[in-house]
């Protein structure tokens, strides 16, 4: 057993300037820690297998599905079933921190699509 946190696992970068921290990552689960600069996004993207649950640590997140956008701010979750096109913003002029958990892990299981 170990404590875990941002300070002992490697930092990765994606998107446009954005940071990640996998805090575990198995087969059945991972549990990563993202930070989004103020007007960032994901590329809309879906899983096949893996579903995921975004859980806001602090500022606001926009999570937007094919018809449908969600706004949430700390403390909000929503969860994100396999197959389902998504895509998260941070449309705010604050940073967005924020968990991200899933089952199974989603290596090599991200498809992105062209925006809608």
């Given at each position: 057993?170990q404590?875990i946190n941002?300070?002992v696992?490697?930092?990765?970068?994606?998107g446009?300037?954005?940071?990640?921290?996998?805090?575990l990552?198995?087969?059945s689960l991972?549990v990563?820690?993202?930070l989004?600069?103020p007007?960032?996004?994901?590329k809309w993207?879906?899983h096949?297998?893996?579903?995921?649950?975004?859980y806001?640590?602090s500022?606001k997140a926009?999570m937007?599905?094919?018809?449908?956008?969600?706004?949430l701010?700390s403390?909000d979750?929503?969860?994100?079933p396999?197959?389902?096109?998504h895509?998260l913003?941070?449309?705010?002029?604050e940073?967005?921190?924020f968990?991200?958990?899933?089952n199974?892990?989603v290596?090599?299981?991200?498809?992105?699509v062209?925006?809608h």
């Amino acid at each position: 057993m170990q404590k875990i946190n941002t300070s002992v696992v490697p930092l990765y970068n994606w998107g446009d300037n954005c940071a990640g921290w996998r805090l575990l990552q198995s087969p059945s689960l991972s549990v990563t820690q993202e930070l989004m600069p103020p007007h960032t996004s994901e590329k809309w993207h879906y899983h096949q297998v893996s579903q995921q649950v975004f859980y806001v640590l602090s500022g606001k997140a926009v999570m937007y599905f094919d018809t449908e956008k969600f706004e949430l701010i700390s403390g909000d979750a929503i969860h994100v079933p396999p197959g389902v096109i998504h895509c998260l913003k941070n449309e705010s002029n604050e940073a967005l921190s924020f968990l991200v958990i899933a089952n199974p892990q989603v290596n090599d299981d991200r498809f992105e699509v062209e925006h809608h």
